[in-house]
């Protein structure tokens, strides 16, 4: 069979996903690579770490399907949203990469906010000011390091350092990643005016966009020797990890929407043309031309089990469990949560313990446990990180329906929606039927589609809602969509209600003791 690669190059592990124009996943490799953090607050990669794991990953993949007598006739490029790296005039890495969770531009995304022209910008960019938004990054830099941001060729994300890594293509980003950044104008098509005043860059630091369907000069020699492929294969400039994650569910026509959840989360719908919800909840970022993706991301997903096993099942003397043992803790907890009544008998949960994003965009978050009694146990409080986690992608839902985009299908991708009791929980709190995608690899999967549709192979990308293989519906149970739809309310009030109180917290954060150290 003839296949094509997509190569996704995520926060913790680039992965290569083999799949043909039937949609069906035929080899996958991945290579982590550890998240830094430097200092509190920071969250960082090793650029040539991350350039190194592409030709890893891809070397791994097209030796399996060689294996099993399959042919790599094209490659298509997925990356992670909102990152920033200084760069050379030749691609090369000039330090390492910001990623999304980078949390140090707190203060110029709420400056932006409080001077009012947060919603301006979020308007004409898609891209809501927040501490992750490479506007916002930029301006931090140009603050503390303004000599760094003047003197430096070329800035750039990690699609940027993916495709310098490759190719020799010069300073290239494709759509979707630019209507990332909170510096591209969606509408106008070009690099804002004002956002690159406020970042302090020169339009000509940045990249050209092109649209995602561009195909690349081929591979380096020495990326082709490493992988044993042509180096004239064609390769596709491809768009953004979150988009492609709807294309490989298959969740690109009108009222199907994509829930991604993994360690983070998301809640996503294609639109055909960019547009903002005018209340600034949600981000619009591009597919390709023609379609658009409107969507809220959630910083804690899966975690909030992770950080469970930790805090709550690890006994006194014995290290917190990794790797598959981690796994195994999480399944285990996952199954007492289940045993515990819908609704956490009075329990709520804000999971807001690696911060928030969708539908607040306020830096600072925490989590917290209201209605906590002496008759609950750990089970409870399981339950209720889990209901507190899809209730925050129910108000993403809320924003769809203020925003006349009805959704009556949602199709989920990501490591816990392995677990029934995630999936059983989503379906209540959306009040809708979510069916599972049959390959856990929705964004890889994404990226070959969109391969696919630039070689002509696929040539209308609505087909994937067809192509892609899904489970049968889990259909809300009644009884306790009702419930969640009641004590919703309860989670935005609480939001809000303690929102100055986070605030608080967080600047005083230098002088509690521990309050710089994350447990995830």
Same mark, same amino acid.
């Not at 760069?87 to 910001?98: E, S, V």
């Not at 392995?418 to 959306?430: D, G, I, Y």
């Not at 605030?503 to 003791?513: G, K």
């Given at each position: 069979?003839?296949?094509?690669?997509?190569?996704? @190059?995520?926060?913790?592990?680039?992965?290569?996903?083999?799949?043909?124009?039937?949609?069906?996943?035929?080899?996958?490799?991945?290579?982590?690579?550890?998240?830094?953090?430097?200092?509190?607050?920071?969250?960082?990669?090793?650029?040539?770490?991350?350039?190194?794991?592409?030709?890893?990953?891809?070397?791994?993949?097209?030796?399996?399907? $060689?294996?099993?007598?399959?042919?790599?006739?094209?490659? @298509?490029? =997925?990356?992670?949203?909102?990152?920033?790296?200084?760069?050379?005039?030749?691609?090369?890495?000039?330090?390492?990469?910001?990623?999304?969770?980078?949390?140090?531009?707190?203060?110029?995304?709420?400056?932006?906010?409080?001077?009012?022209?947060?919603?301006?910008?979020?308007?004409?960019?898609?891209?809501?000011?927040?501490?992750? @938004?490479?506007?916002?990054?930029?301006?931090?830099? @140009?603050?503390?390091?303004?000599?760094?941001?003047?003197?430096?060729?070329?800035?750039?994300?990690?699609?940027?350092?993916?495709? =310098?890594?490759?190719?020799?293509?010069?300073?290239?980003?494709?759509?979707?990643?630019? =209507?990332?950044?909170?510096?591209?104008?969606?509408?106008?098509?070009?690099?804002?005016?004002?956002?690159?005043?406020?970042?302090?860059?020169?339009?000509?630091?940045?990249?050209?966009?092109?649209?995602?369907?561009?195909?690349?000069?081929?591979?380096?020699?020495?990326?082709?020797?490493?992988?044993?492929?042509?180096?004239?294969?064609?390769?596709?400039?491809?768009?953004?990890? %979150?988009?492609?994650?709807?294309?490989?569910?298959?969740?690109? $026509?009108?009222?199907? #929407?994509?829930?991604?959840?993994?360690?983070?989360?998301?809640?996503?719908?294609?639109?055909?043309?960019?547009?903002?919800?005018?209340?600034?909840?949600?981000?619009?970022?591009?597919?390709?031309?023609?379609?658009?993706?409107?969507?809220?991301?959630?910083?804690?997903? %899966?975690?909030?089990? $992770?950080?469970?096993?930790?805090?709550?099942?690890?006994?006194?003397?014995?290290?917190?469990?990794?790797?598959?043992?981690?796994?195994?803790?999480?399944?285990?907890?996952?199954?007492?949560?289940?045993?515990?009544?819908?609704? =956490?008998?009075?329990?709520?949960?804000?999971?807001?313990?690696?911060?928030?994003?969708?539908?607040?965009?306020?830096?600072?978050?925490?989590?917290?446990?209201?209605?906590?009694?002496?008759?609950?146990?750990?089970?409870?409080?399981?339950?209720?990180?889990?209901?507190?986690?899809?209730? +925050?992608?129910?108000?993403?839902?809320?924003?769809?329906?203020?925003?006349?985009?009805?959704?009556?299908?949602?199709?989920?991708?990501?490591?816990?929606?392995?677990?029934?009791?995630?999936?059983?929980?989503?379906?209540?709190?959306?009040?809708?039927?979510?069916?599972?995608?049959?390959?856990?690899?929705?964004?890889?999967?994404?990226?070959?589609?969109?391969?696919?549709? #630039?070689?002509?192979?696929?040539?209308?990308?609505?087909?994937?809602?067809?192509?892609?293989?899904?489970?049968?519906?889990?259909?809300?149970?009644?009884?306790?969509?009702?419930?969640? $739809?009641?004590?919703?309310?309860?989670?935005? +009030?609480?939001?809000?209600?303690?929102?100055?109180?986070?605030?608080?917290?967080?600047?005083?954060?230098?002088?509690?003791?521990?309050?710089?150290?994350?447990?995830?």
């Amino acid at each position: 069979m003839q296949v094509v690669v997509g190569l996704d @190059s995520g926060t913790t592990a680039t992965k290569a996903v083999a799949a043909g124009v039937e949609g069906g996943v035929r080899a996958m490799a991945s290579v982590g690579y550890p998240l830094l953090v430097p200092a509190p607050g920071h969250a960082e990669l090793d650029s040539d770490q991350l350039r190194q794991a592409a030709t890893a990953a891809l070397a791994d993949v097209t030796e399996q399907v $060689r294996q099993r007598g399959d042919e790599v006739v094209a490659l @298509s490029l =997925s990356a992670a949203m909102h990152g920033v790296v200084p760069m050379a005039d030749d691609g090369t890495p000039l330090g390492p990469l910001i990623t999304w969770a980078d949390g140090r531009a707190a203060e110029q995304a709420a400056a932006l906010r409080a001077d009012g022209r947060a919603g301006g910008l979020h308007a004409r960019t898609g891209t809501p000011v927040h501490p992750m @938004s490479p506007l916002a990054k930029l301006a931090w830099l @140009s603050q503390h390091e303004p000599d760094l941001v003047r003197r430096t060729p070329r800035w750039g994300g990690v699609k940027e350092l993916l495709v =310098s890594a490759l190719c020799e293509a010069g300073h290239l980003i494709d759509l979707s990643c630019a =209507s990332a950044t909170g510096c591209y104008d969606i509408h106008a098509r070009r690099w804002d005016d004002e956002a690159l005043e406020i970042a302090g860059v020169r339009v000509e630091q940045l990249p050209e966009v092109v649209p995602t369907t561009h195909l690349l000069p081929g591979l380096r020699p020495e990326v082709a020797a490493a992988t044993g492929l042509s180096a004239d294969i064609p390769v596709v400039v491809g768009a953004s990890d %979150g988009v492609l994650a709807n294309l490989g569910v298959g969740a690109v $026509r009108e009222g199907v #929407a994509a829930v991604s959840l993994g360690t983070s989360g998301a809640l996503r719908t294609v639109v055909p043309k960019p547009m903002v919800d005018p209340t600034g909840r949600l981000f619009c970022y591009a597919l390709t031309e023609d379609h658009w993706v409107l969507g809220g991301p959630i910083n804690n997903g %899966g975690s909030v089990v $992770r950080w469970a096993a930790r805090a709550l099942a690890v006994q006194f003397g014995v290290p917190a469990p990794e790797g598959e043992a981690a796994d195994e803790c999480d399944a285990r907890l996952l199954a007492e949560a289940a045993d515990a009544p819908v609704g =956490s008998d009075g329990l709520l949960c804000l999971p807001y313990f690696l911060g928030e994003r969708a539908p607040w965009w306020r830096a600072g978050m925490r989590g917290a446990y209201l209605g906590l009694r002496r008759e609950h146990r750990r089970a409870h409080l399981v339950r209720a990180a889990v209901e507190g986690v899809c209730q +925050q992608l129910a108000l993403v839902r809320d924003a769809f329906d203020a925003t006349n985009l009805p959704v009556t299908e949602v199709r989920a991708t990501g490591g816990a929606v392995a677990a029934p009791l995630w999936v059983s929980t989503l379906a209540a709190a959306l009040n809708l039927p979510v069916r599972v995608a049959d390959s856990p690899e929705g964004t890889g999967l994404g990226a070959c589609l969109l391969g696919l549709h #630039a070689l002509g192979e696929l040539p209308d990308l609505d087909q994937a809602t067809a192509i892609v293989a899904v489970h049968q519906a889990v259909e809300p149970d009644p009884a306790a969509a009702d419930l969640y $739809r009641r004590m919703r309310p309860l989670v935005e +009030q609480s939001t809000l209600a303690l929102a100055d109180v986070f605030s608080t917290l967080d600047s005083l954060a230098p002088a509690l003791t521990g309050a710089t150290e994350e447990v995830v």
